[in-house]
Protein backbone atom coordinates (compact mmCIF):
# COMPACT_ATOMS: atom_id res chain seq x y z
CA UNK A 1 0.00 0.00 0.00
CA UNK A 2 1.34 3.05 -0.79
CA UNK A 3 -1.18 5.64 0.75
CA UNK A 4 -2.14 7.00 -2.44
CA UNK A 5 -5.75 6.68 -3.13
CA UNK A 6 -8.20 6.94 -6.57
CA UNK A 7 -11.53 7.26 -7.21
CA UNK A 8 -13.53 5.90 -8.47
CA UNK A 9 -12.39 2.23 -9.06
CA UNK A 10 -14.71 2.08 -12.32
CA UNK A 11 -16.68 3.91 -14.81
CA UNK A 12 -17.96 3.39 -17.59
CA UNK A 13 -19.42 6.23 -19.84
CA UNK A 14 -20.30 7.13 -22.98
CA UNK A 15 -19.10 9.18 -26.09
CA UNK A 16 -18.87 12.75 -26.08
CA UNK A 17 -19.61 13.05 -22.22
CA UNK A 18 -17.17 14.23 -19.71
CA UNK A 19 -15.49 12.74 -16.63
CA UNK A 20 -13.69 13.86 -13.20
CA UNK A 21 -11.04 11.44 -11.67
CA UNK A 22 -9.77 12.16 -8.10
CA UNK A 23 -6.62 11.15 -6.50
CA UNK A 24 -5.68 11.88 -2.82
CA UNK A 25 -1.57 11.77 -2.82
CA UNK A 26 0.66 10.61 0.17
CA UNK A 27 0.93 12.21 3.29
CA UNK A 28 4.20 14.62 2.82
CA UNK A 29 4.09 14.49 -1.10
CA UNK A 30 3.10 17.81 -2.97
CA UNK A 31 3.72 16.48 -6.59
CA UNK A 32 0.81 14.46 -7.94
CA UNK A 33 1.28 13.16 -12.02
CA UNK A 34 -1.43 11.33 -13.96
CA UNK A 35 -0.94 8.83 -16.62
CA UNK A 36 -3.06 6.67 -18.57
CA UNK A 37 -2.44 3.33 -19.52
CA UNK A 38 -3.81 1.41 -22.44
CA UNK A 39 -3.66 -2.17 -22.55
CA UNK A 40 -0.68 -4.05 -23.09
CA UNK A 41 1.55 -0.63 -22.88
CA UNK A 42 3.40 1.24 -20.49
CA UNK A 43 1.84 4.30 -18.56
CA UNK A 44 1.60 7.32 -20.93
CA UNK A 45 2.92 10.68 -19.25
CA UNK A 46 -0.39 13.01 -19.04
CA UNK A 47 0.85 15.91 -17.12
CA UNK A 48 1.84 17.06 -13.49
CA UNK A 49 0.60 18.90 -10.55
CA UNK A 50 3.05 20.78 -8.26
CA UNK A 51 2.06 23.91 -5.85
CA UNK A 52 -1.47 23.80 -8.06
CA UNK A 53 -0.06 24.18 -11.22
CA UNK A 54 0.87 22.44 -14.35
CA UNK A 55 4.34 21.74 -14.21
CA UNK A 56 4.59 19.42 -16.83
CA UNK A 57 2.51 18.04 -19.83
CA UNK A 58 2.82 15.13 -22.16
CA UNK A 59 1.37 15.06 -25.67
CA UNK A 60 -2.35 15.12 -24.69
CA UNK A 61 -4.76 16.85 -25.83
CA UNK A 62 -6.24 20.32 -24.04
CA UNK A 63 -9.57 18.09 -23.48
CA UNK A 64 -7.26 16.40 -20.65
CA UNK A 65 -7.19 18.72 -18.13
CA UNK A 66 -6.59 18.89 -14.32
CA UNK A 67 -6.43 20.94 -11.41
CA UNK A 68 -4.10 20.29 -7.97
CA UNK A 69 -5.73 21.28 -4.57
CA UNK A 70 -4.08 22.98 -1.35
CA UNK A 71 -4.27 19.87 0.57
CA UNK A 72 -2.23 18.22 -2.59
CA UNK A 73 -5.23 16.14 -3.79
CA UNK A 74 -6.04 16.10 -7.59
CA UNK A 75 -8.75 15.93 -10.21
CA UNK A 76 -8.52 14.56 -13.95
CA UNK A 77 -11.38 16.09 -16.21
CA UNK A 78 -11.47 14.68 -19.06
CA UNK A 79 -14.10 16.21 -21.70
CA UNK A 80 -15.72 14.72 -25.42
CA UNK A 81 -14.82 11.39 -24.26
CA UNK A 82 -13.67 9.54 -27.40
CA UNK A 83 -13.40 5.54 -27.12
CA UNK A 84 -9.90 5.28 -27.09
CA UNK A 85 -10.25 7.36 -23.77
CA UNK A 86 -10.92 3.84 -22.45
CA UNK A 87 -7.78 2.71 -20.36
CA UNK A 88 -6.41 2.56 -16.91
CA UNK A 89 -5.61 6.38 -15.19
CA UNK A 90 -3.22 6.49 -12.79
CA UNK A 91 -2.37 8.70 -10.72
CA UNK A 92 1.29 8.78 -8.63
CA UNK A 93 2.54 10.99 -6.03
CA UNK A 94 6.38 12.06 -5.20
CA UNK A 95 8.12 15.36 -3.88
CA UNK A 96 8.80 18.05 -6.27
CA UNK A 97 11.27 17.33 -9.37
CA UNK A 98 15.25 18.00 -8.32
CA UNK A 99 15.91 19.47 -12.01
CA UNK A 100 15.56 19.02 -15.46
CA UNK A 101 15.36 15.41 -15.83
CA UNK A 102 16.22 14.74 -12.19
CA UNK A 103 13.26 13.18 -10.19
CA UNK A 104 11.96 11.52 -7.14
CA UNK A 105 10.48 8.17 -6.98
CA UNK A 106 6.85 8.42 -7.79
CA UNK A 107 4.31 5.84 -6.00
CA UNK A 108 1.11 5.19 -8.19
CA UNK A 109 -2.04 4.65 -6.50
CA UNK A 110 -4.74 1.76 -7.21
CA UNK A 111 -5.70 3.07 -10.93
CA UNK A 112 -9.10 4.07 -12.04
CA UNK A 113 -10.73 1.65 -14.86
CA UNK A 114 -12.43 4.37 -17.35
CA UNK A 115 -14.77 2.60 -20.39
CA UNK A 116 -16.01 4.93 -23.11
CA UNK A 117 -18.64 2.75 -25.12
CA UNK B 1 12.89 5.16 -32.36
CA UNK B 2 11.06 4.90 -29.19
CA UNK B 3 12.37 7.13 -25.60
CA UNK B 4 12.10 3.61 -23.80
CA UNK B 5 12.63 0.21 -24.95
CA UNK B 6 12.36 -2.87 -23.60
CA UNK B 7 12.70 -6.32 -24.75
CA UNK B 8 8.40 -7.22 -24.90
CA UNK B 9 9.76 -10.92 -23.73
CA UNK B 10 8.02 -13.01 -22.49
CA UNK B 11 11.02 -13.81 -20.42
CA UNK B 12 10.97 -17.55 -18.42
CA UNK B 13 13.08 -18.69 -16.11
CA UNK B 14 13.01 -21.43 -13.86
CA UNK B 15 12.65 -20.94 -10.48
CA UNK B 16 15.54 -19.86 -8.20
CA UNK B 17 17.63 -18.51 -11.39
CA UNK B 18 18.37 -15.33 -12.19
CA UNK B 19 16.31 -12.87 -14.25
CA UNK B 20 18.07 -10.53 -16.51
CA UNK B 21 15.84 -7.16 -17.90
CA UNK B 22 17.03 -4.91 -20.03
CA UNK B 23 15.96 -1.56 -20.95
CA UNK B 24 17.47 1.56 -23.09
CA UNK B 25 16.68 5.05 -23.74
CA UNK B 26 17.34 8.24 -25.62
CA UNK B 27 16.73 11.09 -23.91
CA UNK B 28 20.98 12.18 -22.92
CA UNK B 29 19.61 14.76 -19.99
CA UNK B 30 17.41 11.73 -18.01
CA UNK B 31 19.26 11.66 -14.52
CA UNK B 32 16.38 9.36 -12.90
CA UNK B 33 15.78 6.02 -13.78
CA UNK B 34 13.15 3.61 -12.09
CA UNK B 35 11.95 0.06 -12.21
CA UNK B 36 8.47 -1.03 -11.01
CA UNK B 37 6.51 -4.54 -11.04
CA UNK B 38 3.20 -4.39 -12.32
CA UNK B 39 1.00 -7.78 -11.82
CA UNK B 40 -1.80 -8.33 -14.46
CA UNK B 41 -4.99 -5.86 -12.98
CA UNK B 42 -3.00 -3.64 -10.52
CA UNK B 43 -1.36 -0.68 -10.72
CA UNK B 44 3.26 -0.23 -11.14
CA UNK B 45 4.42 -0.74 -8.03
CA UNK B 46 7.88 0.65 -7.36
CA UNK B 47 10.64 -1.75 -7.07
CA UNK B 48 14.17 0.83 -7.18
CA UNK B 49 15.72 3.46 -8.37
CA UNK B 50 19.04 4.84 -9.68
CA UNK B 51 20.78 7.58 -10.25
CA UNK B 52 24.30 7.22 -10.35
CA UNK B 53 26.25 4.55 -12.65
CA UNK B 54 27.10 1.28 -11.71
CA UNK B 55 25.36 -1.16 -9.55
CA UNK B 56 22.17 -0.70 -6.70
CA UNK B 57 21.20 -3.89 -4.77
CA UNK B 58 18.32 -3.77 -2.45
CA UNK B 59 17.69 -7.58 -1.54
CA UNK B 60 17.48 -10.10 -4.50
CA UNK B 61 17.15 -7.26 -6.68
CA UNK B 62 19.84 -5.45 -8.51
CA UNK B 63 19.98 -2.40 -10.63
CA UNK B 64 22.74 -1.73 -13.35
CA UNK B 65 22.76 1.78 -15.00
CA UNK B 66 25.31 2.54 -17.69
CA UNK B 67 24.74 6.29 -18.40
CA UNK B 68 27.45 6.54 -21.63
CA UNK B 69 25.67 3.51 -23.12
CA UNK B 70 21.83 4.83 -21.66
CA UNK B 71 21.43 1.62 -20.48
CA UNK B 72 19.52 -0.01 -17.12
CA UNK B 73 19.21 -3.04 -16.40
CA UNK B 74 17.34 -5.19 -13.11
CA UNK B 75 18.55 -8.42 -12.11
CA UNK B 76 16.54 -10.53 -9.97
CA UNK B 77 18.62 -13.94 -8.06
CA UNK B 78 16.37 -16.07 -6.76
CA UNK B 79 13.78 -15.97 -9.02
CA UNK B 80 10.09 -16.91 -7.07
CA UNK B 81 7.03 -17.40 -9.20
CA UNK B 82 5.66 -14.34 -7.20
CA UNK B 83 7.91 -12.41 -9.11
CA UNK B 84 6.03 -13.61 -12.38
CA UNK B 85 4.55 -9.56 -13.72
CA UNK B 86 5.61 -7.09 -16.47
CA UNK B 87 8.51 -5.12 -15.28
CA UNK B 88 8.19 -1.65 -16.37
CA UNK B 89 11.45 0.74 -17.12
CA UNK B 90 11.32 4.58 -16.51
CA UNK B 91 13.42 7.58 -17.31
CA UNK B 92 12.44 10.88 -15.85
CA UNK B 93 12.76 13.57 -19.38
CA UNK B 94 13.27 16.99 -19.34
CA UNK B 95 9.97 18.20 -18.68
CA UNK B 96 9.49 16.24 -15.77
CA UNK B 97 8.03 13.72 -18.43
CA UNK B 98 8.27 10.18 -16.91
CA UNK B 99 8.47 8.28 -20.17
CA UNK B 100 7.87 4.25 -19.62
CA UNK B 101 8.77 1.26 -21.89
CA UNK B 102 6.04 -0.95 -22.53
CA UNK B 103 7.50 -3.58 -20.23
CA UNK B 104 8.66 -6.97 -20.38
CA UNK B 105 6.42 -9.68 -19.05
CA UNK B 106 8.67 -12.38 -16.71
CA UNK B 107 7.23 -16.22 -15.64
CA UNK B 108 8.63 -18.27 -13.09
CA UNK B 109 8.32 -21.54 -13.42
CA UNK B 110 8.14 -24.06 -10.56
Known amino acids: ETGVTQSPTHLIKTRGQQVTLRCSSQ?????VSWYQQALGQGPQFIFQYYREEENGRGNFPPRFSGLQFPNYSSELNVNALELDDSALYLCASSLPPISSGHSYEQYFGPGTRLTVT | QKEVEQNSGPLSVPEGAIASLNCTYSDRVSQSFFWYRQYSGKSPELIMSIYSNGDKEDGRFTAQLNKASQYVSLLIRDSQPSDSATYLCAVTQANNDMRFGAGTRLTVKP
Open chain 1, 27 to 31: SGHNT
